[in-house]
């Protein structure tokens, strides 16, 4: 086990709605990514918090944004929900402020947007 | 062109096999590299990181070529669990990951 935690594990969703996940890091990791993974497709950066700001970002809209905390957890936030953006939802953690370092993933919390 | 570009798979193979997955990359500047295991409805895992040397672990090989940006991972003597998704994994500046190539090794 990585020691990386994230909640809900499953969720359902209307379209035009809004939803908050969580991830905690592994102890001592002051990084956290986020990543989504549509099915059968690899994950995708959406963007990356270091020391409780944004570091880095993927190709995504607006409406997807985030948080870091002082204890280094996050937390995602989707606005308007769209269809597409079903998916799984990843949340890896690293030691350090590289975002090439080896990731250390959560479970994921799966994402059904109807 | 996809940043990471992994062979389509599937690859259904017998035990004991050796199986190759084959991977290249469009970013240069990439200075990191990894392979990942997925397993089914499962988070991805670290498999091993891949050096400019290549490196050995265990029944896994992985090989680097920056001058041709290819990344292989070799699998030899395929059990029952290494049935997964092997995922090609690039850093520069953030992480990249290839679509995956799935694996069944059969009976």
């Known amino acids: 086990e990585t020691g990386v935690t994230q909640s809900p594990t499953h969720l359902i969703k209307t379209r035009g709605q809004q939803v908050t996940l969580r991830c905690s890091s592994q102890?001592?990791?002051?990084?956290v990514s986020w990543y989504q993974q549509a099915l059968g497709q690899g994950p995708q950066f959406i963007f990356q918090?270091?020391?409780?700001?944004?570091?880095g970002r993927g190709n995504f809209p607006p409406r997807f944004s985030g948080l870091q905390f002082p204890n280094y957890s996050s937390e995602l936030n989707v606005n308007a929900l769209e269809l597409d953006d079903s998916a799984l939802y990843l949340c890896?953690?690293?030691?350090?402020?590289?975002?090439?370092?080896?990731?250390?993933f959560g479970p994921g919390t799966r994402l059904l947007v109807l | 062109r996809k940043e990471v570009e992994q062979d389509p798979g599937p690859f259904n193979v017998p035990e004991g096999a050796t199986v190759a997955f084959n991977c290249t990359y469009s970013?240069?500047?990439?200075?990191?590299f990894f392979w990942y295991r997925q397993d089914c409805r499962k988070e991805p895992k670290l498999l091993m990181s891949?050096?400019?040397s290549g490196n050995e672990d265990g029944r896994f090989t992985a090989q680097l070529n920056r001058a041709s940006q290819y990344i292989s991972l070799l699998i030899r003597d395929s059990k029952l669990s290494d049935s997964a998704t092997y995922l090609c994994?690039?850093?520069?500046?953030?992480?990249?990951f290839g679509a995956g190539t799935r694996l069944t090794v059969k009976p």
């Open positions: 102890s001592g990791h002051n990084t």
């Open positions: 970013n240069s500047a990439s200075q990191s």
């Open positions: 891949v050096y400019s």
């Open positions: 994994v690039v850093g520069h500046n953030d992480m990249r």
């Open positions: 918090y270091y020391r409780e700001e944004e570091n």
């Open positions: 890896a953690s690293t030691p350090g402020g590289g975002g090439e370092e080896t990731q250390y």
